[in-house]
């Protein structure tokens, strides 16, 4: 084991939260990292380690659902996207599902550094799994949730080379599920007016609106994400809503706008400039998760 280190401060910029005095030992192969303001997250080495996608996820769906009170993260992996949403949510409780056993020892002690026992329920399974064919649900059909969230895999597993650590290959390949199974789940659990946020590839659209169209729900708005100014956008950020949550008259006022998607396309948000330099605007974003620019 090796000690870890906590430091409050970060380029000269002190970081809002709470104060940890005493860190744990880190297990073989395991760091802990800065998430969101003082808040810390177990990942291993070399294995799967959070992304700014998981970071911009979850700013999307708190800079629209600022009035959520329950939350439910699918395929929640190490817990990247739950915990930064919970920073900015600081009332809200949240429950996770997550079907790999090494991911959900990693968000675990995560929760626990983090103070966060009392607001996280970390469930173990298959968010696909139902009951049906004997496997245990994880969730039960009566559970309502204000805001799901969803950071799906984006590749099937017949394209590019797996990687040999099995955390990654579950985390960036469609190995139990895909969009598709992210939009029909999270339909099952919205809450009346409530919201489904998901981040995806932004040329496999496609995919996304057909699980869109087969779940019920509504594409309310997209915003593409460009990582280097003048390129095109590699990811996009995703709202939707249950279809029969909006008056029909909603639908036939949006020009060009049908049952699926309303039409409303926010302008990209860009990463970098073309010198490399962060954006001023992904600049504010850091510092809406309680990071610096």
Known sequence: MSEAKFEPKFKGWTKPGPRIDSVPELEEGETLDALAGNYRIYQYADGHRFSTDDILVAWFATAHAVRAERVLDLGSGIG??????AWRLPFAKFVTVEAQERSIRL????????????????????????GVTGAAAPLADD??????MGSPPYFPLTDGVLSDHPQKVECRFEARGDVRDYCARAARHLAPGGMFF???????????????????????RSRAVVFREGEPPLLSLYQMGARDDFPPKLFEKLKGANEVNLGWEEPPLVIRRKDGE???????????????P
């Open 80 to 85: 990247s996207v739950a915990m930064t949403a």
């Open 107 to 130: 968000a675990r002690k995560s929760v626990r550094f983090n103070r966060l026992e009392d607001r996280f329920d970390l469930r173990l399974g298959d968010f696909r799994d139902s």
């Open 143 to 148: 559970e309502k949730f204000d805001v799901v």
């Open 198 to 220: 998901v981040v995806f590839p932004k040329n496999q659209e496609a995919r996304l609106i057909e699980g869109v169209e087969r779940a019920g729900l509504a594409l309310l």
């Open 278 to 292: 962060v954006h001023p605007e992904y600049a504010v974003v850091k510092l809406a998760i309680g990071f610096p």
